[in-house]
């Protein structure tokens, strides 16, 4: 593929950054990748690996004469790092990110910048537990969703232009307005980690159960629990804390459903139970269909996700 921006800026260099630079790399996407981490260590380890073709020691140097800048840090410090590069930006450069709630991240981004940068928020739905600049893949992207929050950004061959990046590294792309990407994210990844969390908690704290049963016995379902519950404990911490609405609207619906399942499990009332997991059965089936997974064991993922 044709080069699609010459000079693309990472800012944060763990899990996406990295897939991102190699994804680049593999379709011939970007003339030249600079990359940025707070940390030293992660500095050293990107420039060992060759992550980046350039490891800059502040944002405001590998943002400079940068095409697109992508923010790769967590959602709570991104207002800051927004104001940090904001007077090394090149005019008519694009900025957008990758963080996992969208309203949030535009409130504490979008007033640093200026008038002459397109800040196009984005979210790859894609991710593994690990992460780090040794973790990422090229293929991490592929045949995975990608959402563009493009509401709001008057230049729309901006718009058209990270979505072919996206689409060059694999992925197919979306659009919709921040709010409905949050609700939407909500039901999909947020409270499914959240439940995650909470699930690993309980057999943490349930002391009839030994350390060593539970994870001798770990069924699929538990073991799952786990995969999930070992994300990134910053990332998290910050969606939650900045997706907080619709969060709580979708653990409110949760309970409910979770109350009339108890009911029934009460009650004794099979025909409920089973009318329920048939109909959460062909979600399943849904995503499979959909090309998001396949029907294979262990959640048909490789030794990578």
Not at 108 to 113: E, M, S
Not at 206 to 235: C, Q
Not at 247 to 259: A, Q, V
């Amino acid at each position: 593929m044709a080069v699609i921006y010459q000079r693309v800026a990472l800012i944060g260099l763990g899990l996406i950054a990295g897939s991102m630079s190699l994804a680049m790399r593999r379709a011939g996407l970007a003339g030249e990748i600079t990359g940025y981490a707070r940390s030293a260590e992660t500095r050293a380890i990107a420039t060992e690996t060759g992550l980046v073709d350039r490891v800059c020691e502040s944002a405001a140097a590998a943002v400079e004469g940068a095409d697109l800048v992508v923010l790769c840090v967590p959602v709570g410090v991104m207002g800051a790092v927004a104001a940090e590069i904001a007077p090394a930006l090149k005019a008519g450069a694009t900025v957008s990110d990758v963080g996992s709630v969208k309203r949030a991240v535009i409130e504490a981004v979008a007033p640093h910048l200026p008038d002459t940068v397109d800040f196009i928020p984005a979210h790859p739905l894609a991710g593994t537990e690990h992460s780090g600049p040794r973790s990422g893949f090229a293929e991490l992207f592929d045949n995975r969703w990608c959402i563009l929050i493009s509401d709001g950004v008057r230049n729309r061959p901006a718009v058209d232009r990270l979505r072919a990046l996206w689409e060059g590294m694999g992925a197919h792309v979306d659009e919709m307005d921040a709010d409905h990407h949050d609700l939407v994210l909500a039901v999909t990844s947020h409270t499914p980690h959240l439940i995650a969390y909470t699930m690993v908690g309980v057999a943490d704290d349930l002391r009839r159960v030994t350390d060593s049963e539970v994870i001798k016995y770990s069924a699929a379902g538990f073991r799952d629990f786990t995969r999930i519950a070992a994300s990134d404990p910053t990332m998290w911490r910050d969606v939650f804390l900045n997706n907080k609405d619709a969060t709580l609207e979708i653990l409110g619906r949760f309970t409910e459903e979770l109350f009339a399942l108890q009911r029934a499990i009460r009650l004794g009332d099979g025909d409920h139970l089973h009318d329920y997991f048939t109909r959460t059965r062909a979600i399943r089936r849904g995503i499979i269909d959909a090309g998001q997974d396949t029907a294979a064991p262990n959640f048909g993922r490789g030794s990578k996700g």
